[in-house]
């Protein structure tokens, strides 16, 4: 299985994890994802000050700014084995 296949059933493994994790995780989840797939961060922050989940989406995302799609992708996979346990 090639890196691309292993994390999109990484992605969909992600979804049936044994128990649900924490927010340092889901968004250290989120973010490896979204720099995989879709690269540095290419959206606005939210304008709204008060929207703190997206606000820390964007962060947590940006924050990955550099990192390769294929390194993102690895660590994604990674950490989503680990979670399976």
Excluded: C, H
């Excluded at 299985?1 to 340092?24: I, R, T, V, Y």
């Excluded at 959206?43 to 820390?56: G, H, I, L, M, R």
């Excluded at 995302?61 to 084995?81: C, I, N, R």
Aim: charged residues 30%; aromatic residues 10%; proline residues 6%.
């Amino acid at each position: 299985m090639n890196l691309k296949e292993q994390f999109e059933q990484a992605a969909a493994d992600s979804k049936n994890l044994p128990e649900k994790p924490g927010n340092e995780v889901l968004l250290r989840l989120y973010s490896l994802y979204k720099q995989g797939s879709i690269g540095d961060v290419n959206t606005d922050p939210p304008s709204n000050p008060f929207d703190f989940v997206n606000k820390a989406k964007y962060e947590a995302w940006a924050g990955l700014k550099g990192k390769s799609s294929e390194e993102a992708m690895k660590e994604y996979v990674e950490l989503v084995k680990k979670l399976k346990g």
